[in-house]
């Protein structure tokens, strides 16, 4: 018959929290002692992660004055593959607003688009625009 350390495991710590519980300890200090423990666990395996990741870039070459720890690099948003390659975070569309005053020259009204809203639109000079009101005292601007 094969041992299920798993299943012991968890019948330990199912049995060891129904004693804390319905003996003197408190909710906090379940919390406290649960919070603790898993708390060590982190930073001992961390401490070996870190060393792992460091000679992982050493390995595979990585020239860099200084190397991230792995929690950085996490933290940053990257994430790493199965074969240990760091991955760059997904980026995401911003939405981008800009405002812009209405210039006037004699009778008529222009406004001048800045390079980076142009580039963000991708407009370039000759391209027609529709003018969509907000019902805000904006408008929207779409390329036809």
């Not at 991230?68 to 690099?73: F, L, R, S, V, W």
């Not at 074969?83 to 005053?101: I, R």
């Not at 142009?118 to 407009?123: F, G, K, M």
Request: contains cysteine; negative net charge; aromatic residues 14%.
């Amino acid at each position: 018959m094969d041992f299920d350390y798993k299943k012991y495991s968890l019948e330990n710590l199912e049995n060891w929290l129904h004693d804390a519980i319905g003996g003197d300890a408190t909710a906090q200090e379940v919390y406290d002692l649960i919070l603790k423990v898993v708390l060590e666990n982190y930073e001992h395996h961390k401490q070996y992660a870190d060393k792992a990741y460091k000679l992982l870039c050493k390995l595979k070459n990585v020239n860099q004055k200084k190397v991230a720890t792995y929690d950085e690099m996490i933290a940053a948003g990257y994430w790493m593959t199965d074969d240990g390659f760091w991955m760059p975070p997904e980026k995401k569309d911003k939405v981008v607003k800009w405002q812009l005053p209405v210039e006037q020259i004699h009778d008529e009204y222009f406004i001048s688009f800045p390079d980076d809203l142009l580039e963000a639109a991708s407009l370039k000079e000759g391209d027609t625009l529709e003018w969509v009101d907000n019902d805000d005292g904006s408008y929207t601007l779409r390329k036809i």
